[in-house]
Each structure stands twice: as C-alpha cells, then as structure tokens.
C-alpha cells in the first residue's frame, strides 16, 4: 500500500472533489440563470402590459360606456380594473367590483395619476410568482389597470429541478470515471516512491513532492545517525563496564590475596607483612581513585543529559575562581609525583578568572599536569599555564616533553579507560578515566579542547573556557 494512502481513497477523494465543483457550478449558473431569465421575461412581459394599457386606456377614452367595452376586451391570462378618480373600484374582470377594497392608494395607481403612466411589481399570493402592474390616467380622471402574473425566480428553480437531476446523474456518472483515471495518473508517481531511497525519485516526481522526499532523505540521514549514534553508546556501555569490571577486579583481587596471605599466617616475617599491608593500602588507594573518578563521571553524564538544575547542583555550586591560584594548588600537591618520576614541574601564570564549578575545574586542571607527568622522560619539563587570549577568552594550557601522541590515537585519548602507552599503562598508574573527567568537565563548562602533539616531541593540551562576565569584584592584579 502507498504510504500516501490507498488509491481507492484517493479515487473518491477525486471524484467526491470534481462532483462537489461539477454540482457548485450546475447550481450557480441554474440560480444565476434562473434570475436573468426571470429577469428579461418580466421585462418583456412589462412592455406587452405597457402596450396593450396604451391600447385599452385609447379605446375607453374614445367611448362613453367603459364597462361594455372592457367586457368586450379578450386578453388572456390579465386582469383588467377600472379605477375611479376616489380610487374605488368600478370595474374588473376577475373579482365583484363592490367587494373589492379602494385602490387610490396604489402605487402604479398614484404614479399614474401623476404622470399619467404608472407601473409596480409585487410578489403574488401564489408561491414563486410576482404581479406586473400597468395603469393609464383615462381623460374622464379615471385609471384603467392591466396586470399579469409573472413566473418568480422560485417557479423557474422548480421548473429545472427534474433536467437538474437528470444533470446531476450524467455528473455523476461522468465524476466517477473522470476520478478513477485521474486518481490513477495522479497517484502513479507516488506508489512509485521508494522511502528506503527517496532520492531516487526525485526526477520523475513532482515539483511539489521534492520538499517531502528531500525531508523524508533528511529525516533518514537523521535516524541513521541516531541508530550509529545509539550503537556506539551501547558499544561503549559495554566496553565501560568490561573495562569497569576489569579495572575494580584487579585492586579487589590483589586486596583479597594479600589480605588471604596474611590472615592464614602464611607471612610471618614482619617485614613482609608491612610490604603486604603497604601494598593493600595502594591497591586500596587505587582502588577508591577509580570509584571517585566513575562517580564524577557519573554525575557528569547525568548533567549533560538532564536540563535541570539539580543534576548539576550535584556537581557542586558555581563560583568565580581564580585560575592561578588553582594552579599554584595543583603545583603543590603533584610536586612529590614529578620529583619522583625526574620531571621539573613549572608556573607560567597570567590574570584569569572562570565562572565554574571548583572541584571540577580542579579536577580538569589536575588530570591533565598529572599525566603529563606520568607520559614525560626522566628529565623533562610540563608547564602549567593559565591567562586570557587575544579574544578574552581564559584558558589554562598544560605542555610537556614527554613521550607524544600519534595523530591516529589523539581523537582516542579522551575517551574512557584508553591509554596511549598500554605496554606500561599499569606501571605509570592512573585509572584510565583522567581524560574522560577532563572532556567531560571541560564541556559542563562551555570549554573547549585543543591538542597538539607529535610523537617523542611532548604534548600541549588547551583548554579554552568562554568570554567570562564576571560579578563586580576586582581581579588580582600579582595572580593570587
């Protein structure tokens, strides 16, 4: 079946439409016509009657018995009335003179007596007829009236309606036909129309048709995107959990087997026991790292998807901070860690002020010092910068010398549980999520992300946040 709907339905859509015009037009040229014809028979009547009172009103003044003369006159199908100068009624022949009321008062009458010619039209008593009045001034002062019924415009109708049904069973007929071969030739191009390509049928439809195909196209697109889109999620739905239950399996399991090795008294140096419970407690630390990392991102997905405000009220509130400063804190607390790995950790600090949330901007800010650390050399160097571009926009850029990233991997590196160097992922620490937490933070934030970096040539990560309007508080001018 057509999308369109069935050709049966279209058939009678078409016919009922070619009736309902054929039966609109039949009626308004039969009531149009019906008034002219009215119309110009009344007229014609009109001057019969106008010649013909001429005649009589000739006769009667050129005798001195009316009576006998107007019973003498023959004019079929009028009435003739002899009008005295009182208006009352001497003679007619159709009714008793004396039972009939005055007529003085009548318009064709007084017109008549003014100008010596009067004439009226009036609707009869009989249904869908009018009377035609002429009355002549006599030179006796007298008034001699002819008038004649006249066919109304509601007797005509009447007189069409058994050709008007004859009519309308020919347009019927004819309707049905018609509609049946036009609904066919109208709906031949669209049970042509293929919805799995719409383009295909651009050429031979019509012209009217191609704004609906070209959406119907779109809205395909549209929902092959969304399908990719919806595969893609569920593929790293999946990934994340396996990645999840890999990541939480390794710390448990070492937890568990150091834990078992102790509580059976398998270990009873005390040296190994402090080694185990040492490396229980690292394990524990990694271990409650990862459940905070999922739990931001979380929180962060949930904000992204939701438009209310209490998904990010879980987040934490928004306050102006102050990105050197932010900075300054971050130094401090990765100090030890890039003392450890050989790595010199340096401050290029400018005026910057962001309207966010503290402990995600801290996180973003620390994820990203914390693996430049963690990819450098021994002997490297990452720099911590914040400030303002040439276009107002505050950013907070990180830059090392570490190991690189390949072009291929780059659009990669943000996504969750990837790691650039898997050979010594586990060695270099971190729970996969730093990244994830940082493109996450930086879109909660209006930010956006630009990465530079060539293999063995180091890294430089910008964060640029959006023009900030600030609240009417001065801004550092010595970066604290």
């Known amino acids: 079946m057509s999308p369109f709907g069935s050709k049966h339905t279209l058939s009678r859509r078409v016919f009922g439409t070619v009736f309902t015009v054929a039966f609109a037009a039949i009626a308004v040229f039969t009531v149009v016509g019906s008034a002219f014809l009215q119309s110009n028979l009344a007229a014609v009547t009109r001057s019969e009657l106008h010649d013909e009172a001429e ?14 003369v107007l019973q003498r006159v023959e004019i079929e199908n009028t009435r ?89 069973a020919m347009v019927i007929v004819v309707s049905f036909f018609a509609a049946r071969r036009e609904s066919r030739a109208i709906i031949a191009p669209l049970l042509d129309v293929d919805l799995d390509h719409p383009k295909r049928n651009m050429e031979g439809a019509y012209a009217e048709m191609v704004p609906m195909l070209e959406r119907i196209e779109s809205q395909r697109q549209e929902l092959k995107q969304q399908v990719r889109v919806l595969a893609d999620n569920d593929r790293m739905r999946r990934e994340f959990t396996a990645n999840i239950t890999h990541e939480l399996k390794t710390p448990l399991t070492a937890i568990s087997g150091y834990a078992e090795l102790i509580s059976s008294d398998m270990v009873v140096d005390e040296a190994d026991v402090k ?32 438009e209310s405000d209490e998904a990010a009220g879980v987040l934490g509130s928004t306050e102006p901070i102050d990105l050197p400063r932010m900075l300054e804190t971050v130094q401090q607390r ?40 963690r990819y450098n050399r021994p002997g ?11 276009d107002g926009r505050p950013f907070i850029r990180v830059e090392d010398t570490g190991i690189g990233i390949a072009r291929e991997e780059q659009a990669k590196i943000f996504e969750r549980f990837y790691r650039v160097d898997k ?4 060695a270099r620490g971190g729970t996969g999520l730093g990244l994830a937490i940082v493109k996450h933070a930086a879109a ?27 609240p009417s508080v001065a801004v550092p001018t010595d970066g604290r």
């Open 80 to 168: 003739l009335t002899l009008i005295a100068e009182d208006g009352a009624v001497i003679y007619d022949n159709q009714e008793p003179a004396a039972t009939m009321e005055n007529h003085g008062q009548r318009p064709e009458v007084l017109q008549a007596r003014e100008t010596g010619h009067g004439s009226d039209e009036r609707d009869s008593t009989t249904i869908g007829e009018v009377m035609l009045y002429e009355a002549v001034l006599l030179d006796n002062g007298q008034v001699i009236r002819i008038a004649q019924a006249q066919a109304g415009v509601l007797s005509i109708l009447l007189s069409f309606v058994g050709p008007l049904l004859i009519i309308a």
């Open 444 to 470: 909660f934030h209006g930010a956006t992300i630009s990465l530079d970096s060539e293999p063995d040539c180091g890294t430089r990560i910008v964060v640029t946040f959006p023009v900030q309007v600030l």
């Open 334 to 373: 990765l100090e030890h860690v890039a003392l450890k790995a050989e790595v010199a950790l340096f401050l290029d600090e400018h005026p910057a002020m962001v309207i966010g949330v503290p402990r995600l901007l801290d996180e973003l800010a620390y994820n990203l010092a914390s693996n430049a650390i």
């Open 275 to 306: 080694d185990f419970a040492s490396r229980i407690y690292r394990e524990a630390g990694r271990l409650t790292a990862l459940v905070n990392d999922i739990l931001t991102l979380s929180n962060l997905d949930e904000a992204e998807r939701s």
């Open 423 to 426: 050979s010594r992922s586990k």
């Open 55 to 68: 005649i009589v009103a000739a006769a009667l003044d050129s005798t001195t018995n009316d009576i006998a």
């Open 380 to 390: 490297g160097s990452v720099v911590l910068a914040c400030g303002i571009d040439d």
